[in-house]
């Protein structure tokens, strides 16, 4: 029999948006239950703890954690994951230390799951030595040595400069950042941008001097053997060569919504769906961050902070101008960092699309849906349960998100005895 916690208010999510919620909370004197898979808070952009990052807002988060954690209101779970819901006020969760499982209920909930990283299939997309470019640029803050490799990142989106700054910083040759948009694309997507995040843009760009950046550009083929050692680019034009050790991809971000959907909570263009007071479609259920929809760190921390006031039953007032501010950058970084559909058509019929049960195009294309594809070839049931090749066959094959795709549980792989 698993143990038990209760508090006024649980969070899940130890990013941006969940350290924002919680730190309210606690201000409000509330007993707050904070839960989160990654061993210490910080989420995707400060993976390992703010204080691990150079920039001045990582470092002024870093002070406030300290504090939150060392609030006696505050029960912090790190290093543990929701796996299983008896109703959006009892979750079960896993340690992934400890093995052991842990009851946890609440009066209210805070969804603050973040996002993860679009994949886009091609021929030699799954050779050892191509990752995520979010996932490389987390292996290097974890240690991953990369000095003196060479390094190509492709793809979409500022995500791609974030981790060419920190895969140089540790020592890479970034060779090149290929990026889908064209330049007239991102040309209004800088005009659009408010002046603050326009320095911000051009300080990263400053301190990528030398790094080659091409735009209208993306990659059609990955070249090795055992290992990545090149890759193909083309700007639809022609098509060049690139050696590599190492590749890359970013095609934008995807809001984590398993848990809310598993809740019961509605989903609405792949987010999970809020009213202005960020209640989801379900009482007492609220939800903050890239999980509500894509718009970046500073998002992520406003929508932390209103969402716990809300939850408080504050005056929201306050928040709806920044409020809108933040939703129009998510919207902006939408329409400029728009998917070319050349890139949907890349993978051939060899091309691996579920890589944990090793699923092709070809296989795929055999079956009418999802749900008879699952069956048929068990794409979507390995370890990452269809959370990189679910939005591929859409992207790819159209087949549409909700039929028959209701997340089960558990929402991770958790031993059985979890469930006793
Ligand atoms: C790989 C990657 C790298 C990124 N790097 C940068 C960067 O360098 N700079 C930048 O500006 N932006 C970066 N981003 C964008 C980033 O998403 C936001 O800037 C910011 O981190 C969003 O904060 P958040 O709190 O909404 O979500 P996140 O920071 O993603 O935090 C959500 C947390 O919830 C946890 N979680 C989710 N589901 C569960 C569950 N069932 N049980 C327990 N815990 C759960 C996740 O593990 C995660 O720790 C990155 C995104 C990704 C996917």
């Given amino acids: 029999m698993s143990a038990a916690l209760q508090a006024d208010q ?5 990013g941006p948006a969940g ?3 919680v730190r309210t909370l606690l201000a409000a004197k509330q007993r707050v239950i904070w839960i989160d898979n990654q061993a210490w808070p910080g989420g995707q952009i400060w993976r390992g703890g703010p204080a691990r990052h150079g920039s001045a807002l990582g470092r002024s988060w870093a002070q406030s954690l300290n504090s939150l954690l060392a609030d006696p209101l505050l029960t912090h779970l790190p290093g543990h994951a929701v796996i299983a819901a008896e109703g959006p006020q009892q979750l079960l969760l896993h340690d992934s230390q400890g093995g052991a ?6 009066a209210q909930l805070l969804l603050a ?5 679009r994949f886009l299939p091609f021929p030699g997309w799954t050779l050892p030595g191509v990752t995520g470019a979010g996932g490389l640029q987390a292996l290097v803050k974890g240690g991953w040595p990369i000095k003196g490799q060479r390094v190509v990142l492709a793809g979409s989106g500022p995500l791609l400069l974030a981790s060419a700054d920190t895969l140089r910083s540790a020592g890479a040759d970034v060779a090149c950042v290929a990026e889908q948009a064209s330049f007239k694309a991102l040309s209004a997507f800088a005009a659009g941008l408010p002046s603050a995040k326009l320095v911000q843009a051009l300080g990263l760009r400053w301190r990528l001097k030398g790094v080659a950046y091409r735009t209208g550009c993306w990659p059609v083929r990955a070249l090795g053997d055992t290992q990545v050692r090149a890759v193909v680019l083309t700007d639809g034009q022609r098509e060049w060569e690139l050696p590599c050790d190492a590749l890359g991809l970013g095609f934008g971000l995807l809001p984590n919504t398993e848990l809310a959907e598993l809740l019961g909570c509605r989903i609405d263009g792949g987010a999970v769906a809020v009213d202005e007071r960020l209640q989801t479609s379900l009482p007492q259920v609220f939800a903050a961050g ?3 929809g894509i718009g970046g760190v500073d998002k992520a921390l406003l929508e932390g902070d209103l969402a716990a006031n809300a ?6 007032a306050p ?10 950058f998510g919207a902006l970084l939408a329409r400029h960092f728009a998917l070319r559909p050349e890139l949907l058509k890349l993978a051939d019929a060899k091309t691996l699309i579920c890589r944990c049960e090793d699923v092709t195009l070809g296989d795929l294309k055999a079956w009418p849906d999802w749900r008879e594809a699952k069956l048929q070839t068990r794409c979507g049931m390995g370890a990452c349960q269809g959370r990189v090749c679910g939005p591929i066959t859409r992207d790819v094959l159209g087949w549409p998100m909700a039929a028959g795709r209701s997340p089960r549980e558990p929402l991770q792989p958790a031993p059985m005895r979890c469930f006793l």
């Fill in 311 to 316: 939850m408080l039953s504050h005056d929201l």
């Fill in 319 to 328: 928040f709806a101008k920044p409020h809108a501010r933040a939703l129009a």
């Fill in 101 to 106: 499982s842990l009851r946890v209920s609440g």
């Fill in 290 to 292: 890239e999980c509500t």
């Fill in 19 to 21: 350290i924002a919620a």
């Fill in 113 to 117: 799951l973040g996002a993860r990283e």
């Fill in 10 to 14: 649980i969070v899940v999510g130890g």
